[in-house]
């Protein structure tokens, strides 16, 4: 297990509600991202958080906001939502910058959070 | 952007068969990660690769940077049934606007039959 938890596991919303998704860093990390995964696809970067500002994004509408907390802890906004918004919604957490023996771009992944919008 | 090609897309083989994936890219990465991932959970990692030529070990499982830092190669020895679910290479952006950014390849679908 990495220690990074995310909170609901599943949830359905109808089209045009808004969903706020959580997720706690592991023990020691500082950096939080957020990922979308389509059934069958790779996951999609959305951004990262670091120093509870915004520190890098993908392509993906304002819409998708977030915060970060001085605990490190992270959560996902997603206003409007659309149909395509179904998805499982991944946070992963990293060590900025790295101690010695690794690289800060290591991202250790949280379980999800499965996103259903009807 | 960037993009990362991973092959072959699906695997089917019998348990104690030896298993090899890889993954290539047009762009340059200084950081090559390999995932697995099981139906309902997030990706776990396997292996991270920081060196152009490194090759690492973690139990049955090597994966090799390669030296044009342009491909990686994750191989499974003597494979077992739990060994079955999504393989995915993944590479960081070193900076501008998606800093943080991994690009994930499209992933490797292994099957083992017992």
């Known amino acids: 297990e990495t220690g990074v938890t995310q909170s609901p596991t599943h949830l359905i919303k109808t089209r045009g509600q808004q969903v706020t998704l959580r997720c706690s860093s592991q023990s020691g990390h500082n950096t939080v991202s957020w990922y979308q995964q389509a059934l069958g696809q790779g996951p999609q970067f959305i951004f990262q958080?670091?120093?509870?500002?915004?520190?890098g994004r993908g392509n993906f509408p304002p819409r998708f906001s977030g915060l970060q907390f001085p605990n490190y802890s992270s959560e996902l906004n997603v206003n409007a939502l659309e149909l395509d918004d179904s998805a499982l919604y991944l946070c992963a957490s990293s060590l900025f910058p790295a101690t010695s023996g690794g690289a800060s771009e290591t991202q250790y992944f949280g379980p999800g959070t499965r996103l259903l919008v009807l | 952007g960037q993009q990362l090609n991973q092959s072959p897309q699906s695997m089917f083989i019998q348990e104690g068969e030896d298993v090899s994936m890889n993954c290539t890219s047009s762009s340059i990465f200084n950081t090559w990660l390999w995932y697995k991932q099981e139906p309902g959970e997030g990706p776990v990692l396997l292996i991270a690769l920081y060196k152009a030529g490194e090759l690492t070990s973690n139990g049955r499982l090597t994966a090799q940077f390669g030296i044009t830092r342009k491909d990686s190669f994750l191989n499974i020895s003597a494979s077992i049934p739990s060994d079955v679910g999504i393989y995915f290479c993944a590479g960081p952006n070193a900076g501008g606007t998606s800093y943080g950014k991994l690009t994930f390849g499209q992933g490797t679908i292994l099957t083992v039959h017992p």
């Open positions: 958080y670091y120093r509870e500002e915004e520190n």
